[in-house]
Nanobody, 125 residues
Framework: QVQLVESGGGLVQAGGSLRLSCAAS????????MGWFRQAPGKEREVVAA????????NYADDLKGRFTISRANAKNTVYLQTNSLKPEDTAVYYC??????????????????WGQGTQVTVSS
């Protein structure tokens, strides 16, 4: 069992930045691939970024490459999402998730075994 708790969301003006954190507890964090997903009101959940358990492999949504960066600190049992140049369309609830088979960075939400409760990001124009 893995428990995931996101933090770092909030209200930011367009062009601003936020760093989201996801703290994991439970089983060995370094065994899991990690991903960030988001869901905006009235829209389906979509992948933002994913990282393999080793940290060597990453995947990003095509339209977010260059603005968002995923990283992890296994010693702190934490995965991060640095979000830059935020736009109003980035407004969503952001979720982190853990994939026990995470040797590669999966963008498929169905691959993930555990999910956090989400953190709200609101970008004003």
């Amino acid at each position: 069992q893995v428990q995931l708790v996101e933090s770092g969301g909030g209200l930011v003006q367009a062009g601003g930045s936020l760093r989201l954190s996801c703290a994991a507890s439970g089983r060995i964090f370094s065994s899991y691939g990690m991903g960030w997903f988001r869901q905006a009101p009235g829209k389906e959940r979509e992948v933002v970024a994913a990282m393999s358990r080793s940290g060597l492999g990453t995947n990003y949504a095509d339209d977010l490459k260059g603005r968002f960066t995923i990283s992890r600190a296994n010693a702190k049992n934490t995965v991060y999402l640095q979000t830059n140049s935020l736009k109003p369309e980035d407004t969503a609830v952001y979720y982190c998730a853990a994939d026990y088979s995470g040797s590669s960075p999966s963008t498929a939400g169905g691959r993930y075994d555990y999910w956090g409760q989400g953190t709200q990001v609101t970008v004003s124009s």
